[in-house]
């Protein structure tokens, strides 16, 4: 299964651009999405707007393709799937790009900057590794600890 999340916002581009492969045949296996507060609904795919267990859903997929949002990207990235990250360029500031490229700092995995480009990046979705082990638990303590303040 290919599971497509874009958080708890919304992201109508990327599903958009998901629904599309799977209904050109292009992505075979079932796809699920959490669409998050979407304005248009998917045709070639299963989908709910939130998901409690969306992690366990992670967990077991073949492939994962989400939103490039700090929390997804650290929870998607310690389960160890292969997966696609997607920069929502529309968020406040660039702010998911930027994330991004300091996160390739430490962490080797597959990102695009536009979901028309999910396509071509099929072909290098990978496990991420990240190139500093202990790194993926300070940068999760980190994050907690700033939402708690």
């Known amino acids: 299964m290919i599971l497509v999340t874009v958080g708890t916002q919304y992201f109508d581009e990327l599903i958009d651009a998901v629904d ?13 999405g959490q669409i998050g507060l979407a304005k248009r609904t998917p045709r070639h795919m299963k989908y709910v707007a939130f998901d409690k267990d969306i992690l366990s859903k ?40 930027e994330f991004v490229k300091a996160l390739e700092g430490v962490c080797d995995f597959c990102w695009v900057d536009d979901p028309a480009k999910i396509e071509s ?24 600890s700033l939402l708690k303040t």
């Open 20 to 32: 599309d492969l799977a209904g050109r045949g292009v992505l075979v296996q079932p796809v699920f």
């Open 58 to 97: 992670a967990a077991d997929a073949d492939l994962i393709i989400t939103h490039a949002g700090t929390g997804s990207l650290l929870e998607f990235i310690s389960l160890g799937r292969p997966m696609i990250a997607v920069v929502n360029q529309g968020k406040a500031g660039n702010h998911q790009l």
């Open 121 to 144: 990046a099929l072909a290098d979705a990978r496990l991420p590794k990240m190139k500093r082990p202990d790194l993926l638990g300070e940068l999760a303590s980190d994050l907690d």
